[in-house]
C-alpha cells in the first residue's frame, strides 16, 4: 500500500505542490511572475539553442559507443531519440526512466545492432557522464578545502564515495579487461555478451572520444546557468555551480516531484542562497532554467509526431 502511495503520480503533485509553496513563500510570487513573463525573447532563444547543442553532443557521445564514425544522419538519429526520451521522462517516475527509452529509435534504425548492446549504451553512456561530472566536482572540492571554503560534509563524502566508484570501473575495464569478457562466458551471463563488446579494448579510443565530449558538455552546461543566473541577478560564482550542479541533478534523479519542480527549487535556495544573493535571483534561475528543460521536451514531443514515430506506434 504504502509501495503504491509513493509511486502514485498524485502523491508527486502533491510533494511537488509543498516544495513550491515553501520554496516560494517568502518572496513576492507576483513580482516574480512579471519578471518571467517580461524575459526577453532572445534570451529563451539562445538558452534553447545552448540546450539544443548539448543535446546533439550528448548524441554524437552516445552514437560513438555504437559506432566507429557515426555521420550526420546518424547523428541526428540518436539526438531525435534523446529529444524523445526527454519528452517522454515528463510523464515517467524519473527523468532517467525516459533515457531507457532511448533505444527504441534507434533499435528501429539500427536493426543490425543488437538490442542488449543498445540498451548497455545508454547506461554506459551515463556512466561517462557522471564520472566527468565527479572528477570536475573532486578537483573543485580539492580546492575548496585548500582555500578554506567550507562545504557540507555530505557533498565531500558524496562526491569522494561516487568518484571512487568510477576509478574503480575504469581500473577494472582498462587493466583487467581480459577478466570482464570472461564473465561473459558463463550461462548466466551469456546473453549480455553483446553488452561486454562496449568495452573491449578496441573501444577504449571511443570511450576516450565520449569523455572529451563530456567535458566539453559540462563546460556548456555551467556557463549556461552562470548565463541565466547573471541575467537575474544571482550571480551565482562557477566554482559553486562546478561543485553543487551535479549534486543537484542527482538528488533529482529521485522520483520524488513533477518534472523536478519545487524540489529544484528547494535545492538550488539550500545549495547556492547566500549573504551576496536574494532568494528571488535564485527561484527566477532555478524556475527558468526548468521551463527551458520543459520547452526542449516538448521539441521532443513534437518529434514524437514524426513518421518515424508513427511507424513505431503501429508495431
Known amino acids: 500500500m504504502i509501495k503504491k502511495i509513493f509511486k502514485s503520480k498524485w502523491f508527486k503533485i502533491i510533494i511537488s505542490i509543498i516544495l513550491i509553496y515553501l520554496a516560494f513563500k517568502k518572496v513576492n510570487v507576483i513580482d516574480l511572475l512579471h519578471q518571467l513573463v517580461g524575459i526577453k525573447v532572445w534570451f529563451v532563444v539562445v538558452n534553447l539553442l545552448i540546450c539544443l547543442v548539448s543535446s546533439f553532443l550528448g548524441s554524437y557521445r552516445w552514437s560513438l559507443l555504437l559506432m566507429k564514425k557515426p555521420k550526420i544522419h546518424d547523428v541526428w538519429v540518436f539526438t531525435k531519440s534523446v529529444l524523445a526520451a526527454s519528452f517522454y521522462g515528463l510523464f515517467l517516475p524519473t527523468s532517467v526512466a525516459g533515457d531507457f527509452l532511448k533505444w527504441i529509435v534507434v533499435d528501429e534504425k539500427y ?11 545508454v547506461i554506459l553512456d551515463r556512466f561517462i557522464g557522471l ?72 573501444n577504449f579510443k571511443q570511450i576516450g572520444k565520449c569523455l572529451i565530449l563530456s567535458s566539453i558538455s559540462e563546460f556548456i552546461w555551467v556557463l549556461q546557468i552562470w548565463f541565466i543566473s547573471v541575467y537575474f541577478g544571482a550571480n551565482l560564482s562557477l566554482f559553486s555551480i562546478l561543485v553543487f550542479l551535479p549534486v543537484i541533478s542527482m538528488i533529482l534523479i529521485l522520483p ?28 527566477l534561475t532555478s524556475t ?18 514524426t513518421p518515424d514515430f508513427k511507424r513505431l506506434d503501429k508495431k
Open 111 to 121: 536493426p543490425e545492432i543488437p538490442k542488449t548492446k543498445i540498451l548497455g549504451s
Open 131 to 202: 564520472s566527468m561530472y565527479m572528477l570536475v566536482g573532486m578537483i573543485m572540492i580539492a580546492i575548496a578545502l585548500i582555500t578554506g571554503v567550507n562545504l557540507p560534509i555530505l557533498v565531500i563524502l558524496l562526491f569522494a564515495g561516487l568518484f571512487l566508484g568510477c576509478v574503480i570501473f575504469y581500473i577494472v575495464i582498462f587493466f583487467f579487461n581480459s577478466k570482464v569478457h570472461d564473465l561473459f562466458r558463463f550461462k548466466l551471463f551469456k546473453k549480455f555478451e553483446n553488452i561486454s563488446e562496449l568495452v573491449k579494448k578496441e
Open 256 to 283: 520524488i516531484s513533477i518534472a523536478g519542480f519545487g524540489a529544484r527549487e528547494q535545492l538550488y535556495l539550500f545549495f547556492f542562497v547566500s549573504a551576496n544573493t536574494t532568494a528571488e535571483s535564485i527561484l
Open 288 to 305: 527558468f532554467g526548468g521551463i527551458v528543460g520543459i520547452l526542449i521536451a516538448l521539441i521532443g514531443g513534437l518529434i514524437t509526431l
